[in-house]
């Protein structure tokens, strides 16, 4: 007879941080379920969770290292692979340079564990400056204001949900993501909560999104101008005297600078270029003021356009001056478990931008990376420092980089590349060997990101389900054996990699997420350790308050903040807790928790002071929108995830979701029906797509979803190949990008809709086609 087994754990394939309830017998799932006593999910379940299933029996998913030759792909030993990527990477450094290798990181290396305890090793052996990531398309700009503001690129502010008065979401869509830098799972429950108890949600947004369905009130806004409407309301807190800045007064600077600021920018002007009325915007600003506890929150539509820093700057500022900064109700600041923020400080690595710039296009870096925009033009460019080789891990940037053909063209002329993926992809494809490591559900999981940006401070591991199958490898093993080989050869340099090599590979990842708990400021102390704990710890903080010494105790079980009920935290006791443990709501925690000098907040740092003039242009411009150009925006289903998600069958069944949402008026006066293929074009390229008719849209906005396209030939994804859809990114131009930061524009960008004509069963093209090519 069966014997059914209940396996409790997080969801880890996006960032909802999902508590599930998987049952399983002899290898085979049986269900899985939400958890209903996770004290993060409260039993919601999304279907990217079910999905799971899919994902770790899934035929397509590679096991064992695959090497590409004349022949075709062929199953090589790890041994031979790791010796050969080693070799092969030293070889292209040896002849070119150091950075003569790039690598780009791609989303989910966030979501794994292991990869996280591991990568820093791998990128300081590695040694080269081209570094990429999926950070410089989705959330630099928050953090760069974070970085500006409060010292600490990882401080980022996180909307406290479950007391605020007043929720207003911009260019964010958190009834599909669950919020991603708000971490939210069961968020129509918590909204229908704020609603229960008298508060209100309010969305704005190109397009009526299904947040915008629970919303209180919803406003059309046209792409890219989301900082202008900032403005506005930030002119009429000045005008209207309720700027509140509240206990945080004497940290801030600048203050009067702001108020000059804004002069210019009022509703009556501003409504002109947003669409949104004046009156609307004065009443936006006063009820935001009035509000008891009004929460701010901006996402993807606010961070990838063309003023996505200034944006992220001014909802930081509207925060701040309505006295809703770090106080309950508002956005506060998570203090976790592994207290990421709290160590980047103590080590000094709190963040850096324009340190260097990039070698075609002068961009500048930040946190050591370079803009994704231009990672194609670092491959394509002749000259010193060009990339010869690449190494990608857990990313598709042909799918999810700007003008994907051109880097689709600009991966095939590598002299190397290496991907540490489980899919043959429209990415992988142009590798030579692929290092697939092992499942989500293979190896344990303990969200070290997404817990610093949580409504609710909690920890939670998820312990594996199942055994890896023989001879396969985990992601920190793969970054483990890499690390050694790639280490210098120097006799000190090498006993000490050889020893960190050794240390991590008896230690393992859940040895190190151990150390990292026990460290913490809820970990482990000695029992002997008591009153030698209250006495010293009183004595640093009152003597040295800020100090090193401080911020080290902060970060460790003898941190003042640890409340005695959650102390003595490991993994051991972690275990012991399926359903996670509740930390406790978030606290207030500035200034103390501010690594600015002087424990103060600059309002008007001069890098986004200096965006202000570009803005002040775009509210003069004066351009009529030509009858076939539309403002593209993007959008995420609850179903997707990227470009990763799509070989589940599952997720990809029922009605198209590749298609483009347009509105009825705009379809009318194109001759456009619902279901007829248009073409839409820009700079860079051309596609083709469904259209679908919509009023759920603002006129003038076409809106595509991202991560399709799944026909590139060479790839090995039976199911995403039967619904391959198109990916939006060959018409996305690179060019197009946030002048302050490099970072890729997404929303916003101008493109052009066509029809196809069919006459006598040949399909031709309309003449504003044929004269379009892609640049690409």
Avoid at 524 to 542: A, D, H, I, N
């Amino acid at each position: 007879m069966p014997h059914p087994q209940k396996h409790l754990r997080t969801c880890n394939l996006c960032e909802a941080m999902c508590g599930i309830e998987i049952t399983h017998d002899q290898g085979h799932i049986l269900a899985i379920k939400g958890d209903p006593k996770d004290p993060l999910s409260k039993g919601h379940i999304c279907p990217k969770a079910v999905a799971l299933q899919d994902l770790h029996e899934d035929p397509d998913r590679l096991r064992y290292p695959m090497l590409k030759t004349p022949d075709g792909w062929e199953q090589i030993s790890w041994e031979n692979a790791f010796n050969e990527v080693a070799s092969r990477l030293r070889n292209v450094q040896a002849k070119y340079g150091q950075n003569a290798v790039g690598i780009y990181l791609g989303n989910p290396t966030i979501h794994n564990m292991g990869s996280m305890l591991t990568l820093m090793p791998f990128l300081s052996a590695l040694g080269t400056a081209n570094r990429f990531s999926a950070t410089s398309v989705d959330q630099l700009a928050p953090m760069l204001v974070a970085m500006k503001m409060f010292g600490n690129q990882l401080l980022l502010p996180v909307p406290d949900i479950d007391r605020t008065d007043l929720m207003i979401c911009l260019g964010a869509n958190p009834m599909a993501s669950n919020g991603s830098l708000m971490t939210a799972p069961g968020f129509k429950d918590r909204i229908k909560a704020l609603q229960a108890r008298g508060g209100r949600f309010i969305v704005i947004d190109p397009r009526r999104t299904e947040s915008a369905e629970l919303a209180d009130e919803h406003h059309f806004i046209r792409p890219g101008t989301d900082a202008l409407l900032l403005m506005a309301m930030l002119h009429t807190l000045f005008r209207q005297d309720l700027i509140d800045t509240g206990r945080l007064t004497n940290h801030l600077q600048g203050l009067n600078i702001v108020k000059n600021m804004v002069v210019g920018f009022t509703p009556q002007k501003v409504a002109r270029v947003t669409g949104l009325k004046a009156r609307d915007i004065r009443q936006l600003a006063v009820a935001f003021a009035s509000a008891p506890g009004a929460c701010f929150y901006g996402r993807m539509g606010a961070s990838t356009q063309e003023f996505g820093t200034l944006t992220n700057w001014l909802i930081t500022l509207l925060n701040t001056l309505t006295g809703n900064l770090d106080e309950p109700g508002g956005v506060m600041f998570t203090r976790p478990a592994v207290d990421l923020p709290g160590l980047a400080e103590v080590a000094g690595q709190t963040g850096s931008f324009n340190s260097r710039k990039s070698r075609v296009r002068k961009y500048p870096e930040f946190g050591g990376e370079f803009p994704a925009s231009t990672l194609a033009d670092e491959i394509l460019t002749n000259g010193k420092g060009q990339i010869k080789a690449l190494v990608t891990s857990a990313g598709n940037p042909v799918l999810s980089l700007p003008n994907g053909r051109k880097v689709d063209k600009a991966l095939q002329q590598l002299d190397f590349m290496v991907a540490i993926d489980f899919y043959l992809n429209e990415t992988t494809r142009h590798a030579h060997i692929i290092l697939p490591p092992t499942g989500p559900l293979e190896h344990g999981h303990y969200d070290l990101v997404l817990n610093m940006v949580t409504v609710r401070n909690t920890a939670k591991y998820s312990p594996p389900l199942y055994k890896p199958m023989p001879d396969t490898r985990h992601d920190w093993q793969i970054f483990n054996e890499l690390t050694r080989r790639l280490q210098s050869h120097s006799p000190l340099k090498w006993a000490a990699s050889e020893a960190q090599y050794l240390a991590i590979k008896q230690l393992g990842d859940e040895g190190l997420l151990n150390l990292a708990l026990k460290a913490g400021p809820y970990g482990q102390q000695p029992e002997t350790m008591g009153y030698l704990k209250s006495r010293m710890t009183r004595f640093v903080y009152r003597r040295f308050p800020g100090s090193r010494a401080s911020r080290l105790l902060d970060v460790s079980p003898y941190s003042r903040h640890t409340r005695h009920n959650t102390s003595g935290l490991s993994l051991k006791k972690l275990k012991q807790y399926p359903h996670g443990i509740d930390l406790g709501p978030l606290e207030p925690c500035f200034p103390e928790r501010l690594a600015t000098q002087g424990k103060t907040i600059n309002l008007v740092p001069k890098l986004f002071m200096k965006d202000i003039v570009r803005l002040q242009q775009r509210l003069d411009k004066k351009t009529k929108q030509a009858p076939d150009s539309f403002a593209l925006i993007g959008r995420r289903d609850v179903r997707s995830n990227n470009s990763w998600m799509h070989n589940s069958q599952r997720l990809v069944k029922g009605k198209n979701r590749c298609n483009a949402l347009i509105h009825h008026d705009d379809a009318k006066r194109l001759g456009v029906q619902d279901g007829d293929v248009i073409i839409v074009s820009s700079r860079v390229g051309e596609i083709e797509i469904p259209a679908q008719l919509t009023d759920a849209i603002m006129p003038g906005v076409l809106c595509i979803p991202h991560g399709w396209g799944h026909n590139r030939p060479g790839s090995q994804l039976s199911v995403a190949g039967r619904n391959a859809g198109v990916s939006v990114n060959d018409i996305t131009d690179d060019y197009s990008i946030d002048a302050v930061t490099g970072v890729a524009a997404f929303s916003g960008q101008q493109v052009t809709v066509s029809t196809i004509k069919v006459e006598k069963n040949v399909v031709r093209m309309n003449d504003k086609r044929l004269a379009a090519s892609p640049a690409s």
